[in-house]
């Protein structure tokens, strides 16, 4: 039975981090035999250097792809350079043909420019969020995905999320046993729970042009754990309740509620992160009335639970 067939597709100023990532899955070795037969390429068949100081000899040219399973494009170097029209014609044909086509992190810019993926949903690392919309409107971004799928168009979010790309792909080809091999064998989780909105900085500004509001703001902050209502807000600011949410919503772009959760939701992942409390006295500090709201909020905002946030990003000896 001949193996699934791998081209990992190599660019002027590759990062050695995303080629190895595919790199180390599908070129595995194992006692009995590998998992794949992993091809590199390179347009016109050329060595390529990376971002610094290393250079990989491909195995050959774009012919190759016209014999894999998988074509992979491990990220991309210039988000305004579109792929030259002989890969993007490959890619195509790749896809026509049945083989999955995979984009990891900023290699989903490859996948669009190509227009594989009009009219589907993908995924790339959250900092391109904005510019990617704006490029590619007709592509449905999901921008907390690690991964996703879509008619065999295989998008991730960044740098680490490639491994769950890559691992998500043995599954698919070799069944969850040995993904759940491989995934030991490189000391990671088979599947990671959650997505990118865990990782995502979301500031909010610290003061504003607005003296008034500022003062509050400070107040507000010192005083998380209690309710605050918007008559007792208004007066504090000597404005008449439609005037001061008028001013706190034009000088912080939100409203008081959602200002109010977003810093509770602030200094719980504070908490979380620093130390042992209990999540209900975590939430008691910081506002919320219940555990149980606190937990739906948490889990709304960054798509895990207060308790897998303390376990991946806490102190060790506080996950309780």
Not at 12 to 26: A, G, Q, T
Not at 81 to 108: D, F, I, K, Q, S
Not at 117 to 131: F, I, K, P, V, Y
Not at 284 to 299: L, N, S, V
Request: proline share 6%; with cysteine; aromatic share 8%.
């Amino acid at each position: 039975m001949s193996l699934p067939r791998v081209g990992l597709i190599l660019y002027p100023r590759f990062s050695p981090f995303h080629f190895s990532v595919p790199y180390m899955v599908f070129g595995m070795a194992w006692p009995e035999r590998p998992l794949f037969e992993l091809l590199i390429v390179a347009p016109g068949g050329e060595p390529l250097e990376a971002e610094r100081a290393m250079t990989v000899r491909p195995d050959g040219g774009l012919e190759l792809l016209e014999e894999v399973d998988i074509a992979v494009v491990p990220g991309w170097h210039d988000l305004d350079e579109p792929p030259a029209p002989e890969l993007a014609e490959a890619l195509m044909r790749c896809h026509r043909r049945g083989a999955h086509v995979v984009g990891l992190c900023y290699g989903a810019y490859a996948l669009a420019y190509a227009g594989l993926l009009n009219g589907r949903r993908a995924s790339t690392h959250w900092m391109a969020e904005q510019d990617f919309g704006r490029r590619f409107p007709e592509v449905g971004l999901d921008t907390n995905a690690l991964y996703v799928e879509e008619d065999r168009l295989v998008t991730s979010a960044g740098t680490a999320a490639g491994l769950d790309c890559c691992l998500f792909l043995v599954r698919e080809y070799h069944g969850v046993r040995i993904a759940n091999q491989v995934a030991r064998l490189l000391v990671v989780p088979p599947h990671r729970e959650g997505g990118q909105a865990q990782f995502i900085e979301q500031p909010v500004a610290i003061s504003t042009q607005d003296a008034q509001i500022n003062r509050l703001l400070d107040h507000l902050r010192e005083h998380l754990a209690e309710t605050h209502s918007l008559d007792a807000l208004a007066a504090r600011t000597a404005m008449s309740r439609r005037t001061f949410t008028r001013h706190f919503h034009r000088a912080t772009g939100m409203t008081v509620g959602e200002w109010l959760i977003h810093e509770r939701l602030g200094r719980s992942r504070e908490l979380l992160e620093t130390s042992a409390l209990p999540i209900e006295r975590i939430a008691e500090r910081c506002g919320f009335q219940t555990a149980t709201a606190f937990r739906q909020h948490f889990r709304q905002r960054y798509r895990v639970s207060p308790r897998e946030w303390r376990k991946t990003f806490g102190e060790p000896g506080n996950e309780r």
